[in-house]
């Protein structure tokens, strides 16, 4: 089945220590995601990749990277994780060619000591 | 700047009764979607409404679409626990300045369906 793949599910890091966290798909959509979703709040997008094209959201911190060597993977880097970017982050992909519909990866949990 | 309001936030009914969750936005959009999460969960889409006057249905899930409204309903017939979750609508934000699928999420409605 056609699907959005994050790894790791959960992470735990340290303050400051940097992280990457994966995305990869197999519906072979053009435009990647990123959002991150605090406790018992909406998701919040970081940024997004149309094809090769890196669109940053204006409040997303500098803290907070990403790249897309290729259509399939899409990585997230925190370079400096500080006790507030403890959150759930979620991956999602769509279609250029359709309605834009999100389909989103089962996220990665990260807690940040 | 867009906003996207969504109430109820907390809506605890009881098994066989119907509800409706309501999502006001702002400013014209061309684009509004349901989501479903469940607690610890990713998102699962439900409703992708494109035009003026759309009704989608699912289930005990229908959604509509009033654009001149700028307002979406979520109507709930005869819930059932299964249907205990956080819904989400979420409207495209390429009319503000923001690329084609872009969406700005209301901040969710947390459904408890009780027997």
């Known amino acids: 089945d056609a699907m959005v793949i994050q790894n790791p599910r959960y992470q735990v890091t340290q303050f400051g220590k940097p992280v990457t966290l994966s995305c990869s798909q197999t519906l072979n959509h053009n435009v990647m995601y990123w959002y991150q979703q605090k406790s018992s709040q909406a998701p919040k997008l970081l940024f997004h990749y149309y094809d090769k094209d890196f669109n940053n959201e204006a409040d997303t911190p500098d803290n907070f990277q990403s790249r897309r060597p290729n259509t399939s993977f899409c990585f997230l880097d925190i370079r400096s994780p500080g006790l507030g970017d403890a959150a759930m982050y979620l991956c999602a992909t769509s279609s250029a060619l359709g309605t834009y519909e999100q389909y989103f990866g089962p996220g990665t949990r990260l807690t940040v000591t | 700047e867009l906003k996207v309001e969504q109430n109820p936030l907390f809506l605890s009914m009881q098994e066989g009764k119907n509800y409706t969750i309501y999502c006001n936005y702002s400013t014209t959009s061309d684009r509004l979607y349901w989501y479903r999460q469940d607690p610890g969960k990713s998102l699962e889409s439900l409703f992708v409404?494109?035009?003026?006057?759309a009704v989608k249905q699912e289930g005990r899930l229908m959604a509509s679409l009033d654009t001149k409204a700028r307002l979406s309903t979520l109507h709930i017939t005869a819930a059932v626990h299964d249907l205990s979750a956080t819904y989400f609508c979420a409207v495209d934000m390429s009319r503000y300045g923001g690329s084609q699928g872009n969406l700005i999420f209301g901040k969710g409605t947390k459904l408890s369906v009780k027997p």
């Open positions: 409404l494109l035009s003026n006057g």
